[in-house]
């Protein structure tokens, strides 16, 4: 049974650090890219960080761009989430995603786990 679980996730003021993990039980995790993705309320979620199979290759999107490291081991089947220098906006549900390639298209991911909070208070 394929399941996705982060965790990490919690309250931090902004300027703070946090770092996610997704600890994945899928059979071809050391094939699959992983990806990042947040929902606020009210807000339209995003991919904000994603990864190739291995490691190789990487995609942030432009609002974590220079915050935000995604990074994987594949012999621990787990992808984590770098947080730096957090702001109020990054506040948001981070789900970790498996797809078959590097995308910013939320849709183009086919696993998924069920998210962890993250808060950043000003």
């Known amino acids: 049974q394929v399941q996705l679980v982060e965790s990490g996730g919690g309250s931090v003021q902004a300027g703070g650090s946090l770092r996610l993990s997704c600890a994945a039980s899928?059979?071809?995790?050391?094939?699959?890219?992983m990806g990042w993705f947040r929902q606020a309320p009210g807000k339209e979620g995003e991919v904000v960080a994603a990864i190739s199979y291995n490691g190789a290759s990487a995609y942030y999107a432009d609002s974590v761009k220079g915050r935000f490291t995604i990074s994987r081991d594949n012999a621990k089947n787990t992808v984590y989430l770098q947080m730096n220098s957090l702001k109020p906006e990054d506040t948001a549900v981070y789900y970790c995603?498996?797809?078959?390639?590097?995308?910013?298209?939320?849709?183009?991911?086919?696993?998924w786990g069920q998210g962890t909070q993250v808060t950043v208070s000003s």
């Open positions: 995603a498996a797809g078959q390639y590097i995308t910013s298209v939320r849709d183009a991911y086919t696993y």
């Open positions: 899928i059979r071809t995790f050391s094939s699959s890219a």
